[in-house]
């Protein structure tokens, strides 16, 4: 089980920087198909309130990968009184 928890951090810490990349590829094709004007304008804007909220959760999926990686959780806790 720890084994996987570690392959799935390598897997997290792969997957934080490709989400971002794939977001920022789609953001530039719909705002480059969308038409001159305000609908150009309100594509952009969306895609601009997309990105800022998947890079501070991305951030989180590439961190969190690490601790996997590293064997942070690798002994859970059994109960609250072992926190």
Known sequence: MNTLKR????VWIILGPT???F?????AEKIAAAA???ARTNTTLQWSIIIII???ICAGLMIFGY???KGE????PGNSDEL
């Open 7 to 10: 392959i799935l951090g390598v």
């Open 19 to 21: 989400i971002i990349l």
């Open 23 to 27: 977001l920022f590829m789609q953001a």
């Open 36 to 38: 001159v004007g305000i």
């Open 54 to 56: 998947f890079i501070p």
């Open 67 to 69: 601790y996997g990686l």
């Open 73 to 76: 959780y690798d002994r859970l």
